[in-house]
């Protein structure tokens, strides 16, 4: 790995998000609205806003990242950016650290920004520490960051990038355990969620917030962990030159 090399695709990718506003405010403005909804359905049953607003903080801004980078992706392979980069002697991987760091830089505003507001101003309860939250919140946004870079080798156009979300984060959605305990799903689906990474997700966050602070969370940490890294490799093996 070349520091340099990473560092000037982080930059160079920082500066293109800074110039555009719109997807700035999609990927920090967006999830801190959406738990401020949550919080607006559920004014009457502030119970069940406490069991899934943790969650949510992290949930939300796993969403939104993985979003946007499949498509900020994409759009660098179709406009021919990721082709000339491809051309330099830049490992395959530094570039896709590049990526990966400047919407790491994103994530940590997104994530800091969720957690803090839900906390402060919406009066979310959390028993465990604050700062683990945030720091959940983080790795779940970078973990839709290195999913979004990887589903979005296997699309063509924008369109098709977003219908991953639906197809690729709505079941992972309706099986972690949000809506439902998994414990009293069918045994099928119960084992479908043990290999989808928003089930760590949610239960790391849910663990948190109940102060359960024990091994069973730092498995969950470990395998969110995995499943970036394994996102990132296994990305940067889809970068192809595809020019002499």
Not at 74 to 98: F, H, N, Q, V, Y
Request: glycine share 8%.
């Amino acid at each position: 790995m070349h520091f340099l090399a990473i560092t000037g695709t982080a930059l160079r990718v920082v500066q293109q998000l800074r110039r555009d506003p719109r997807t700035l405010a999609l990927l920090i403005i967006v999830p801190v609205g959406l738990v401020w909804i949550m919080k607006l359905v559920f004014a009457d049953q502030p119970g069940v806003f406490q069991r899934v607003g943790v969650p949510l903080v992290g949930v939300f801004p796993l969403t939104s990242m993985f979003l946007v980078t499949s498509i900020t992706m994409l759009r660098e392979r179709s406009s021919g950016t990721l082709e000339r980069l491809m051309t330099m002697p830049l490992a395959k991987l530094d570039i896709l650290l590049g990526y990966a760091l400047a919407f790491g830089v994103v994530a940590l505003v997104q994530a800091g920004l969720t957690a803090l507001v839900a906390i402060g101003a919406l009066g979310l309860d959390v028993e465990g520490p604050v700062a683990a939250v945030v720091a959940l919140a983080l790795l779940n946004a970078l973990l839709g960051m290195a999913l979004g870079l990887l589903v979005s080798a296997f699309a063509t156009t924008e369109f098709q990038a977003v219908q991953f979300m639906p197809a690729f984060l709505l079941p992972q959605l309706l099986l972690c355990g949000l809506i439902a305990p998994r414990s009293q799903m069918n045994r099928a689906l119960e084992i479908v969620s043990d290999v989808l990474p928003m089930t760590y997700a949610y239960d790391a966050l849910a663990r948190v917030a109940s102060d359960d602070m024990g091994r069973q969370l730092a498995a969950d940490i470990v395998i969110l962990v995995a499943f970036m890294a394994g996102a990132l490799v296994l990305g940067a093996a889809t970068l192809r030159r595809r020019t002499a």
